[in-house]
Structures are given as structure tokens and as C-alpha cells.
């Protein structure tokens, strides 16, 4: 893994609130580095998903994830799946509050609005255009991941501070 690419970004620093810029070139050397790097961090933590600004590269590029951890012990299982210059639509206006947090933000987990029924178009690491249907879980996941190339955190789009709370007391609301 590059230097580059070895550290998590962290809230404050300013690839995190940037507009993540189009990959022309998927097939580029350094476009499939980022992809390899981005699995290593990725599979080396707790998370579901990582965006390219979170790890010092400000392109289109997330990787979603989605298993059961500790933090998530109902997610679906979900192979990992390269998301290159993504967009989606929305399916129903339908939203659901539910607990996020961010490798970019350790400690703090807060309950977030997101669409649940939504339509992901991106291209994957080999050049292929490809449609999803993502609801519940994976929509969640691809929307915050998503906002990261967009230049926010899950923490832009909290309703009220009082959905905001320590780790350690969102794990003792997991074991009631």
C-alpha cells in the first residue's frame, strides 16, 4: 500500500469536505492501486464502506461492504463491491432514522435520515456500467459513502444533537 493511502482521514481535514472529482480512467495504474489500497483498509477495520476521500484521494470511487461487526450485528452479508463515479435516484420518498458512525469519525454514532428503496448506478473496477437496487442496510451505507465524495459526514445531515452519542453508549443500547 502506498504512504498516501495507509491513514484514515480524520474530521477536520479538508479532502473530507471537498467535491471528490471524476475518475476518467478506470483501467488507469493508479486507479486500481486506489481500489487495492482501499480493500486493505477496508478489510483492517470495523467498516462497511470507504470512500476514496477518506483515505487522502479526492476521486469518485467508494467500496461498500456491507457484514455483520460489532457495530452492525444484523447487516447483511455482502460481497465487496467497487463503486466507481456512483450516482443514484431515489425509488420512493420513504426515510428511515437509523445509528451510523465513520471510520473518519471514531467514537461518535448518531441517528441518521436516509432514503431506503434507491437505485445506484456506478461503473465497477473492470470498466463495467452497472445498476443496483439497494434498500434498508446497503442503501444506507451507499448514501453515507456517497456523501463523503460530496463533501460530508453523516453529521451534516443529523436532525437533532440529541441523535448524537459516545460509542460506548450506543454499544450498552446494543446489549438491551
Not at 486500481?32 to 477518506?54: F, N, R, W, Y
Not at 456512483?86 to 435520515?113: H, M, Y
Not at 453515507?144 to 445531515?157: K, P, S, T
Amino acid at each position: 500500500m502506498t504512504s498516501t493511502h495507509c491513514e484514515i482521514a480524520q474530521l477536520g481535514a479538508v479532502v473530507l469536505r471537498q467535491l471528490a472529482t471524476h475518475v476518467p480512467d478506470v483501467h488507469h495504474a493508479s486507479v486500481q492501486q486506489l481500489i487495492k489500497d482501499m480493500h486493505t483498509v477496508l478489510s483492517s477495520s470495523e467498516g462497511v464502506g470507504l470512500a476514496a476521500p477518506q483515505i487522502g484521494v479526492s476521486q469518485q470511487l467508494v467500496i461498500i461492504a456491507s457484514r455483520p461487526t460489532k457495530r452492525y450485528p444484523l447487516a447483511p452479508t455482502m460481497s465487496p463491491t467497487v463503486m466507481i463515479n456512483p450516482s443514484f435516484q431515489t425509488l420512493s420518498d420513504n426515510t428511515a432514522k437509523d445509528w451510523e458512525g465513520c471510520l473518519s469519525i471514531p467514537g461518535i454514532r448518531a441517528l441518521v435520515p436516509r432514503y431506503t428503496d434507491i437505485m445506484i448506478h456506478y461503473t465497477n473496477q473492470y470498466g463495467v456500467n452497472i445498476i443496483l437496487h439497494a434498500q434498508d442496510f446497503v442503501a444506507r451505507v451507499f448514501q453515507h459513502e456517497y456523501d463523503h465524495l460530496n463533501g460530508m459526514v453523516y453529521l451534516d445531515r443529523v436532525e437533532s444533537t440529541a441523535d448524537i452519542m459516545a460509542e460506548s453508549e450506543y454499544f450498552k443500547l446494543l446489549l438491551h
